[in-house]
T-cell receptor, first 112, second 112 residues
């Protein structure tokens, strides 16, 4: 599995866009970039994923660089409820199922 | 709305007890997973299952067993609980051929 590198922590003001970077320089051609988050004492929550094109859904946008060695998760209008640890993951596979390998993530704090 | 439920949010057991952690998903997913999460160690895969009655070892299966008698239910069993099994246990499920995993709320187990 490709290793990912994220800053350990970030702060963002409520209502502003939160931009969370992730480096995955050893990603291989058929590996996807996934983002999950985990609010304190809850299970992880899927946010978004992509292969090479930028993606957007109701929660966030994902921008992947052309060389695929890094990506940025964008929360366009952060709220206090977005305070969580955000994990950038590159898919790992075992036979027919898909193992997720979480790193240390980025602890995002949204400030009022 | 997708839903993964776990039988308990908090559990306290004594060393040597047999412990059952139950997970149920209502999405008709083929794949189910058990992870444990510990501070500084991230998420680690214990066991997974890609079909009824099928199971595969993850990265840290020692001390654990699993059971998948029905598609929607995946049970994690600690045959003889030990203090080093104190942890947050997370169940997840995914549809065959897709990468997105949906997590339950977690069970925080304390073994005394």
């Amino acid at each position: 599995d490709a290793k990912t590198t994220q800053p350990p922590s970030m702060d963002c003001a409520e209502g502003r866009a939160a931009n969370l970077p992730c480096n995955h320089s050893t990603i291989s051609g058929n590996e996807y970039v996934y983002w999950y988050r985990q609010i304190h004492s809850q299970g992880p929550q899927y946010i978004i994923h992509g292969l090479k094109n930028n993606e957007t859904n109701e929660m966030a946008s994902l921008i992947i660089t052309e060389d695929r060695k890094s990506s940025t998760l964008i929360l366009p209008h952060a709220t206090l409820r977005d305070t969580a640890v955000y994990y950038c993951i590159v898919r790992g596979s075992i036979q027919g199922a898909q193992k997720l390998v979480f790193g240390q993530g980025t602890r995002l704090t949204i400030n009022p | 709305d997708v839903k993964v439920t776990q039988s308990s949010r908090y559990l306290v057991k004594r060393t040597g007890e047999k412990v059952f952690l139950e997970c149920v998903q209502d999405m008709d997913h083929e794949n189910m997973f058990w992870y444990r999460q510990d501070p500084g160690l991230g998420l680690r895969l214990i066991y997974f299952s890609y079909d009824v009655k099928m199971k595969e070892k993850g990265d840290i299966p020692e001390g654990y067993s699993v059971s998948r008698e029905k598609k929607e239910r995946f049970s994690l069993i600690l045959e003889s609980a030990s203090t080093n099994q104190t942890s947050m246990y997370l169940c997840a499920s995914s549809r065959q051929g897709t990468e997105t995993q949906y997590f339950g709320p977690g069970t925080r187990l304390l073994v005394l």
